[in-house]
């Protein structure tokens, strides 16, 4: 069995590995770099059969899990070549299609299953369902020719699925030759020691921001990180305030497919239409989704009315339909991603609005990926013959805090 990556090895994000042995491939995600704007036009990789779907030898593609920078490159691929991910995954996608640039609807060939094995030609792939800010995110088991490789894809321990990390630990891959591994917070300044928030830390942060807040809180996070609604729902009500979630929250908690996740007819769960995705709605005629939803709608007037009691989903494209509103007296922003999203110029705008309009900002944010001490236990726990590192900045220091450590550079074809 022959690996190449062709983007990872020296970046976070964008992840594409092609896996070859006797003659057949496939390809280990297919993800947009996180340096690169979406209305750039990207290339495929240089993987024979993407674009054209006429390589018999391509097998297929396997996502690990939906975030962009792992599926991203999808739209430009031939819709012949076979595509497998996890069930959920795929209707948040669809999902992500009707109200984002940044979705995909696609016809699988097949789904990821935990602990489920399927076999790909020559190979055999099973998956192992973890711990990521993604929901529906897999690890990757890749057998052929008497080898194995294991692919963490992107992973952690601190979140809500945390117990996966620890099943994993128990119950680890027997013997891998290779593991390509992570490593996103292995950066240049890490020290090793490093421990960010939890999911749970995260959620007492909250109900203390929310409890001294005397307005609306404006809750900025992903849709797709169903962690973080659910840690922003449990510290809402914690709080004594409603929660309200967007169109397209709604939507994507409906589509993990989970009762236990905080859905639009819950108690004290509201939906807010924003101007976007109401015109959006009306583009398409899709007026059953409003339908829906529609003894939950929470309108502008209500929105003035009870700020006090309510945590709100918040986007800066909302920003000028709730200044009309009247509902910002007293607010607070509470920002839950990546904080160096806020030194671009989307976040810079943000701060600047923020500023204009008198709205403090605090971060409470876990991150979806696995600190380096995680990172050692499990590397300890699965025992692979060699570590290679992936999705890292700083992939030449991993030799500093693991054994085994084989770096390997984008394009070059080797051995597993």
């Known amino acids: 069995m022959r690996v190449r990556i062709h983007r990872g090895a020296n970046e976070v994000g964008g992840n594409c590995v092609e896996v070859e042995h006797d003659g057949a491939r496939i390809v280990l995600d ?47 691929v031939s819709r012949s070549v076979s595509v497998y991910l996890g069930e959920a995954s795929l209707r948040i996608l669809r999902e992500a299609a009707f ?26 792939l099973t998956s192992y369902l973890n711990d990521h800010s993604a929901f529906d995110a897999y690890s ?97 009500l914690r709080s004594d305030r409603d929660f309200v979630m967007d169109l397209y929250a709604a939507a994507t908690t409906a589509a993990t497919g989970r009762s236990t996740i905080p859905q639009a007819d819950w108690d004290r769960v509201r939906v807010y239409l924003p101007r976007s995705q109401k015109h959006r709605i009306v583009e398409t005629q899709a007026f059953e989704r409003t339908d829906a939803v529609r003894s939950k709608r929470i309108f502008p ?51 600047a609005w923020l500023d204009q309009n008198g709205i403090p900002l605090v971060v409470h944010h876990a991150s979806g990926h696995a600190s380096i001490p995680d990172l050692q236990r499990l590397v300890q726990a699965i025992g692979p013959g060699r570590v290679v590192p992936i999705h890292s900045a700083a992939g030449d220091r991993f030799a500093e805090f693991f054994p085994l450590v084989d770096r390997q550079r984008d394009g070059v074809l080797w051995e597993v």
């Open 30 to 76: 297919l993800g947009w770099p996180l340096t690169v704007e979406h209305d750039v036009d990207m290339p495929l990789p240089p993987v024979a059969g993407l674009a054209s779907g006429d390589d018999p030898s391509l097998l297929g593609i396997v996502i690990s899990h939906p975030h962009f920078d792992h599926y991203g490159l999808l739209a430009k």
């Open 99 to 124: 109200f984002t640039q940044m979705g995909i609807d696609i016809a699988p060939a097949g789904f990821l299953r935990h602990r489920q094995s399927f076999v790909l030609g020559p190979f055999k």
């Open 140 to 236: 990757l088991l890749i057998e052929a020719g008497g080898r194995k490789l294991f692919y963490t894809g992107d992973i952690r321990a601190h979140g809500r699925k945390a117990n996966l990390f620890e099943e994993l630990i128990r119950q680890p891959p027997q013997g891998p030759d290779v593991m390509l591994m992570e490593g996103t917070h292995i950066r240049e300044d890490a020290d090793g020691m490093e421990r960010g928030a939890t999911e749970q830390e995260v959620e007492e942060a909250g109900v203390a921001t929310f409890r001294r807040t005397p307005g609306i809180v404006l809750a900025m996070y992903s849709p797709q990180n169903i962690d973080r609604l659910v840690t922003f729902y449990r510290a809402a």
């Open 301 to 351: 007037g209500e929105l003035r009315e009870r700020r006090k009691q309510l945590v709100t989903q918040f986007r800066l494209s909302m920003a000028k339909e709730l200044e009309a509103s009247g509902c910002l007296d007293g607010a607070q922003a509470v920002w839950s991603m990546w904080p160096g999203y806020l030194r671009e110029p989307s976040g810079q705008r943000l701060r």
